[in-house]
């Protein structure tokens, strides 16, 4: 018989002690030390190396998170820790060839990899990828084609994030996507779970007349940042990062967790506030230097904490950046969230939460430590804020910065395309442009660099492949979710429901304004409700479980940033396009001169608004 055997006759086949086990032999290896037979060496909390077993547990103590004990975290969090979220490509190679469907786990480790299987909704995956800035060559357009055609449904579907997602992929063909994705210069790393998503910039940026900065390269070195730090893929929840900068289409920044909006400022001020004091300077909090004073130019304020689903646009942090820091300041201020973020409740993971714990100083104080460079105060008074945004300016023919240039705006509704729309735009842009295609937030496509000569061609063109390149003040700001045609959040068809309601609006109506119609399947907000002048989430009402909607008034962004309030509650959809139709014919006859729908609604209290509404 082994020694083993004698001293630990009730041994487990797993390999654990139990409590019996563990007592018998703490008593035992106490009795060696005291009989010298074997001499104890330990490491202490502080890394010291002690004789004393009493003092060398540290090798013992919990693991955690980023500081979060293992055993506080969420279930999320301990695959995370598992296995790093980048290193389950086998996973994929395996269930691809099984042609297995995911469990919970490896839905969730999938999403890492920009494939989502959205059971119950489809028993398929989805494709989620990464454009960054919304660039998309003609090419790259013709090659998601393919990729829709041979392996999903023959549809691709543009997002609130200037990007592209194909459906209904079987998992035989996971690889097959992913390596197609990558031969055509694309990625889909990290476009779900706990990731920075896609990078959105101006729609316009590099041939809008009125921009003050083109945001394009700020876009793109932040997507190779994330692509290259494996650290970025580990973060608490999600991540939401937008340049503005000041052309005629709105980016929506102000519904990112950090927003870079582009100002000018005309002259240094004199007095911008008193120096900080010695604690501030050991706490690294951003400087009131006169000698940091900015000269006059281009730069971003940096806007902080926009999450629209719990009601919250991004504000000012009070800080002034030059375009040359913006990448620092953004991966600083991602790793602060990186290393402090909740990672117990994914319900209050996201910067926001941070931030309402912390403050906004603290939070800039430790940013500031990150870098090595002063972060500015500036008011933001003294700074030149970008124009309005041109509504519905992402539809229609517009002259570039570059002479004899235009971009058009392809009308796509609800931001669904065919394969075959996809590659006739694709052909477009090479016949009649430069080759190159943008994304917009509105979920539709600008076509740049058309020659003042080819702008009707084109236009015919758009037509016959049964697009437009014209909408109505209605129709040309219909945005919506996936809906739950394609999503088990969503209690409603919100693509197909906000067609039929757009078409029956815009047969009855005629608005000299434009308005946003926003359509949102559940409160997670995709489609961002609360920022339409007319937003819309999806419910189940009534004993049958119909679907229906909450209806908010009175949203916006940019120069016109509002979180719409909640006027009706629980709309079944067959009731809601004859109230959308009363609300917007009281509107008209209500109104003052020249007022928009937004500020119509903004000078009225929720009560009465309900009473002129339902008369």
């Known amino acids: 018989m082994t020694e083993t055997a004698t001293l630990n006759p009730t041994a487990t086949t797993t390999g654990a002690f139990t409590a019996e086990q563990k007592e018998f032999l703490s008593g035992f290896m106490a009795g060696v030390a005291q009989r ?36 506080d975290v969420t279930k999320q969090e301990r695959w995370k820790h598992e296995e790093h979220p980048l290193d389950g490509w086998d996973r994929i190679l395996a269930h691809a060839e099984a042609g297995k469907m995911p469990d919970e786990e490896h839905t969730f480790r999938f999403r890492n990899f920009g494939m989502f299987y959205v059971a119950p909704a489809q028993n398929s995956f989805m494709l989620r990828c990464r454009i960054p800035a919304g660039e998309l060559t003609a090419v790259q357009l013709h090659g998601l084609a393919e ?13 609130t994030r200037s990007n592209i997602q194909i459906r209904e992929i079987a998992p035989a063909n996971l690889v097959n996507v992913l390596t197609k994705l990558q031969s055509l210069g694309l990625t889909a790393k990290g476009s779900g779970v706990d990731n920075i998503r896609n990078v959105t910039a101006s729609p316009t940026a590099g041939f809008d007349p009125r921009e003050l900065l083109d945001t394009r390269p700020f ?17 608490p929840r999600k991540f939401n990062v937008a340049f503005e900068g000041g052309g005629a289409v709105d980016t929506v920044a102000d519904t990112n967790d950090i927003g870079f909006m582009a100002v000018s400022v005309a002259a240094a001020a004199e007095k911008v506030g008193k ?17 940091h004073l900015p000269a006059p130019g281009i730069y971003f304020r940096v806007e902080l904490c926009g999450i ?33 973020g909740d990672r117990t409740d994914r319900k209050k993971a996201r910067l926001k939460y941070l931030v309402d714990k912390w403050g906004v100083e603290k939070f800039l104080a430790e940013t500031q430590k ?13 700074c030149t804020k970008r124009p309005a945004a041109v509504k519905h300016g992402h539809i229609g023919v517009y002259r570039q910065a570059q002479p004899g240039k235009n971009y058009i705006g392809v009308v796509v509704p609800v931001g669904v395309l065919s394969t075959r729309q996809m590659r006739r735009i694709a052909d477009l842009a090479v016949n009649y442009g430069s080759g190159a295609l943008r994304l917009t937030p509105w979920q539709n496509v600008l076509i ?37 045609k394609g999503c088990k959040w969503s209690s409603t068809d919100t693509k197909g429901q906000a067609v039929a309601l757009g078409d029956y609006l815009n047969k009855r109506l005629s608005l000299d304004h434009p308005i946003n119609i926003h359509l949102t399947g559940c409160p997670n907000s995709c489609a961002q409700h609360y920022v339409g002048d007319i937003g819309l989430q999806g419910v189940k009402v009534g004993t049958a479980s119909s679907e229906g909607y909450h209806v908010v008034f009175g949203g916006g962004t940019g120069a016109d940033a509002a979180i719409g309030k909640q006027v009706f509650t629980g709309i ?5 396009p004859l109230l959308l139709e009363r609300v917007l014919k009281t509107y008209q006859a209500k109104r003052q001169p020249g007022e928009t729908f937004a500020a119509f609604t903004r000078r009225h209290e929720v009560k009465q608004l309900q009473e002129m509404f339902s008369e």
Do not use: W
């Open 448 to 484: 740049p660099d058309v020659p003042d000569a080819f702008v009707e061609t084109v236009k015919r063109q758009l037509v016959r492949i049964g697009l437009h390149h014209e909408a109505t003040n209605i129709l040309g700001g219909l945005v919506a979710c996936t809906g739950n």
């Open 275 to 291: 120096r900080e004091s010695e604690t501030e300077r050991e706490a690294h909090s951003p400087t009131f230097s006169p000698a």
């Open 147 to 159: 990729i829709a055609d041979d392996y999903g449904n023959g549809k691709s579907a543009v997002t």
């Open 36 to 71: 010298g037979i074997h001499p104890y060496v330990g490491t202490t909390s502080t890394g010291q190396l002690t004789d004393d077993p009493a003092q060398g547990g540290a090798n013992l103590a919990e693991e955690t998170v980023y500081g979060t004990p293992l055993g």
């Open 219 to 235: 876009a793109h070195a932040l997507h190779h940042y994330i692509l290259n730090h494996r650290e970025f893929y580990n973060l």
């Open 308 to 340: 629209t689903g719990h009601k919250q646009l991004a504000q000012d942090s009070g800080i002034l950046v030059k375009p040359t820091e913006a990448l620092a300041v953004c991966a600083a201020m991602i790793r602060v969230f990186l290393e402090n």
């Open 370 to 382: 990150k870098l090595a460079f002063p972060l500015v105060k500036f008011p933001l008074e003294q």
């Open 572 to 576: 079944p959809f067959s009731d809601l």
